[in-house]
């Protein structure tokens, strides 16, 4: 490999450092770290609630001391299974304390996709909601579960909200039953730590911050020791345990930094999920280290971003591009002001130039001096390793490696390094690399590899190419994965489902072009013994992967065919359904 970094010209530039240390600090650490600095200052808001940084640490020290008296040891899995709630930050932070494992899972995951976290991570205990509790009841006992800590929406929000979330949604939500044995309560729970954990400045140095913590705290691991599990996957029947440390995530933080521009009290719009990295790492972690605050969004609804969007106009915004495409169908989102917006992010799928124009001519309108920026990355690396600097958007591109990590473009098959300009594999480099895949050294190994140059790479499966200044520009996938609202949806996965359905013979899965979900999914089935399909089966089939299946890998058109296009070795051509389909497009025009 060569040493050729064409984008440390645009640091210089814009007096960006080629790399930041990683501090020597665990993600705990990180929290109270700045709590010492910003003990009064705003770090959470959540449908009204205001949380400081003194506030929230203390919250994260009794859920840490809970834990302990439940028996939850470093080392441990626990199970986070929650949408966008203060439960779920507290939980993941009180977990790092501990040295115990945070395993994030989509709190709409099927039972099939649990039962395969819980085995795959040896998870005992589950953190979730109420409304979740049916889901991880009839699953416990197969799946070994002990222990069901169950949090509600209404948890930590204020007398008047708990009353009008109590006449409105909380009704619709069945009780959950206190005769199961397994389950506690998040309040309940909560008080096993009670008067067992306090925060005190205790002078020990986590980077250039003085750190705050429990007087008895001794760190449990070490800062490069994994600290959670998030799922991503690639054509595999389900997704893979991507195992990262508290480096990772301290990496990523002060590498985005320099980027963003953040600066204290500087506020996020945290409505990407907390299992993704993109929401954990960037939308979260981030703010919560430099004095900074974000703005808890538990379900997206574009009447709820637009009404966060006026009550707070936060410095940054981030989504997939569905969701700015939703926010400009809604006639009310021309009242929001963009005068204190800072950046606006898109990521977790492809941002059409169309889509980028509009939006940046709505910013333009109302107020705002900035542009929606792509960035690039995976969860193999927590979440981005490319990004534009403001100000320095080039047209189609993915933005500029951050600091710290090296970005090459390879031939897939030789490995040898492409010239500038040249089309390849996308690898990455760098302190936010992933540890592995847990439990499987043959992905690992095919995904992380050791290049000339002595350092370990990760190969993207990514086409892209790099131009002479650094611009990272993508180019498609060698993965198979579609995109559904920016969820990752592994057509292998869905095709299994189907194949196990006991009219299905073969099916195959491809992704279509979507006005609202950038991809929607369309199926391909033969059913046994030569069956005619008919509306009725095909309502059968929805069904069936609606009870396996997380709602964005559902097809939405199912087409009945006598046989499926095969390759030379048998293998279902879906190449050649996919340009069927764009034929079919083309005719229509």
Wanted: one cysteine or more.
């Amino acid at each position: 490999m060569t040493d050729d970094r064409p984008w440390l010209g645009i640091y210089q530039e814009l007096g960006i450092p080629q790399s930041v240390p990683t501090p020597d600090a665990t993600l705990y650490e990180m929290l109270a770290s700045a709590t010492g600095l910003w003990p009064n200052q705003p770090v959470c808001y959540y449908l009204g609630r205001r949380f400081n940084y003194a506030e929230l640490l203390t919250e994260v020290d009794v859920t840490a001391a809970s834990l302990t008296a439940m028996g939850i040891k470093a080392g441990d899995s626990v199970l986070m299974s929650l949408p966008n709630v203060p439960s779920v930050v507290i939980g993941f932070y009180a977990l790092n304390k501990i040295g115990a494992r945070a395993v994030m899972t989509h709190p709409l995951s099927s039972g099939p996709e649990l039962q395969h976290y819980i085995a795959m991570t040896g998870a005992r205990t589950v953190v979730t909601m109420d409304m979740f509790y049916p889901v991880f009841r009839d699953l416990a006992d197969e799946a070994g579960l002990e222990r069901l800590i169950i949090a509600r929406f209404s948890d930590y929000l204020s007398k008047p909200m708990k009353l009008g979330f109590a006449v409105t949604k909380g009704r619709k939500i069945p009780s959950v039953p206190t005769s199961d044995p397994r389950v506690i309560m998040w309040k309940d729970f909560l008080r096993l730590g009670a008067g067992k954990a306090g925060s005190i400045l205790t002078g020990r140095r986590v980077g250039r911050l003085d750190a705050v913590g429990d007087q008895a705290y001794r760190r449990p691991i070490e800062p490069d020791q994994t600290a959670a599990i998030l799922f991503s996957g690639g054509t595999t029947d389900l997704p893979k345990g991507i195992e990262l440390s508290s480096a990772n995530f301290n990496a990523l933080a002060v590498a985005m930094k320099p980027i963003t521009g953040l600066q204290p009290n500087d506020s996020i719009l945290a409505i990407l999920p907390a299992f993704h990295g993109f929401g954990l790492g960037l939308c979260i972690h981030l703010p919560a280290c430099f004095g900074a605050y974000f703005i808890l969004v538990p379900e997206f609804s574009t009447k709820t971003y637009i009404a966060n969007l006026l009550k707070y106009e936060p410095a940054f915004i981030a989504g997939v591009p569905t969701l700015y495409q939703a926010l400009m169908s809604d006639p009310k989102f021309a009242k929001v002001r963009f005068d204190k917006l800072k950046a606006a992010y898109s990521g977790g799928d492809m941002l059409s130039a169309d889509l980028k124009g509009r939006f940046d001519e709505v910013l333009k309108a109302q107020g705002g001096s900035t542009e929606l920026i792509e960035g690039y990355g995976s969860t193999e690396c927590v979440t981005a390793c490319v990004v534009s600097p403001r100000s320095h958007y080039r047209d189609d591109s993915m933005g500029i490696p951050i600091p710290g990590v090296d970005v090459v473009v390879v031939d897939p098959d030789s490995g040898e390094l492409k010239e500038h300009g040249q089309a390849g594999e996308i690898c990455m480099t760098g302190p936010t690399l992933m540890h592995g895949y847990l439990a499987d050294a043959d992905a690992t190994a095919h995904t992380l590899r050791r290049h000339d140059d002595g350092r370990l790479w990760l190969h993207t499966g990514d086409i892209g190419r790099m131009d002479d200044q650094g611009y990272l520009y993508f180019m498609g996938r060698i993965k198979r994965i579609i995109k559904v609202s920016g969820v990752s949806v592994y057509p292998m996965q869905v095709e299994q489902v189907l194949e196990s359905h006991p009219l299905v013979s073969r099916a195959c899965v491809i992704g279509l072009p979507d006005e609202y979900q950038m991809s929607s999914l369309k199926a391909f089935v033969t059913l046994v013994d030569g069956q005619e399909g008919s509306e009725d089966i095909r309502a059968q089939l929805v069904a069936y992967c609606k009870r396996h299946l997380i709602k964005w890998a559902v097809p939405r058109l199912i087409e009945f065919r006598a046989s499926l296009p095969t390759t030379r070795v048998g293998k279902i051509a879906y190449t050649e359904l996919e340009q069927e389909e764009r034929d079919k497009a083309a005719a229509r025009g």
